[in-house]
C-alpha cells in the first residue's frame, strides 16, 4: 500500500500460478482493488514464469508440465482481469528466452508465441515481451539459450521478442553480483529502441536496476544515474527493480533509497499505445 501513495504512473505486478493453484485468485483481486481505489495503473505478467526469484512458479502437483496446461492458465487469468480498466498492458511471462533459475531453464519462443495469441483472443490490450538487456559478453552468453542441431545456433532474445509481442521490455542492470556492466550497456538499448520504432513497435525499460546484487556496490546515486542514463537514450517508459529494498532498508532507519525513488516518480508512467 505505501507503494502506492508514491504517484508511480505503473507498477507490475505478476499472477503466481502456484499461488493461484493454492489460494485461487484472491491475493490479486486484493492487490488490483487496492490499485483500482488509487488510481494506478498496471502491467500484468501472466504465465508460468514471473517476476523474482526462483522465476519460474510451477504449481508443485504438476510432475511435468504441459503447454496446454500453460495456456489454460493464461487464458483463465486474462479473462478473470480483462475488465479491469487498470490493467494497461499484458506482459507474457518474464525473461522467457533468457536462462534463469536454479534449473536453468528457459521457454521455447513456440511456446511463447502460442501464449500470446491466446492474449490476444481475449484481449487487444499491448502484449509486453522482456529480456535481461545486454551487460557483457560472458553474462549474455550464459543467460542466452542455444537452439539446434548440437546447440549451435544461439537465440537472440531481442530478436524473437520484436517478432512475437508488440513492446520490447529491456531488464538493465550495471552491477551485478561483483561485476560491473561493459560502457556501451546504454548504447546498446538505445540501438534496440530505435530497432523497435523501425518496426513500427517500441521499446520500455521494465526493469531498470534499483537496488545492490551483492556483492556489487550500488548506491541511490547510482540508480538516478541509470534512470537518467536512460530517459537520454529516449525512453519513455522506466519501471524501477528494488522496491522492496528501499522499504526494508526504511524500516531499518536508512531512507535514502526511497528519497532517491521519490525524485524518479513520472506520473505519466507509461507510453500510451495502440496496436
Known sequence: MQLLDFGFGLIRVSAYWD?????????????????????????????????????????????????????AFVSETVARYRDREQIVAWQV???????????????DPHLVRREVQAVRDLDR???????????DSLLDEQSRPRRGLFGMRRLEPEKAILDIGDVLGLDVYTAVAGRTATPDWAETAERWLRTAQQRGKTAWIT???AEPWPPSSFTPDDMVAVHARLLRAGFSTILLWGCEHWLAQAAAGDKSWLEAAKHLVDPRGFEPLTF
Not at 97 to 106: A, D, K, V
Request: aromatic fraction near 12%.
Open 125 to 135: 490490450r499491448p502484449i509486453v515481451l522482456n529480456a535481461f538487456a545486454h551487460f
Open 207 to 209: 526493469e531498470s536496476q
Open 93 to 107: 511471462e518474464n525473461e522467457p528466452f533468457n536462462r534463469s533459475g536454479p534449473q536453468r531453464w528457459w521457454i
Open 19 to 71: 499461488q493461484v493453484r493454492k489460494d485461487g485468485y484472491a491475493p490479486l483481486d486484493w492487490m488490483l482493488d487496492a490499485a483500482h481505489d488509487a488510481e494506478q495503473s498496471i502491467l500484468l505478467t501472466v504465465g508460468m514464469k514471473a517476476i523474482r526469484w526462483p522465476e519460474f512458479y510451477i504449481p508443485p502437483d504438476l510432475q511435468q508440465v504441459q503447454p496446454h496446461d500453460v495456456l
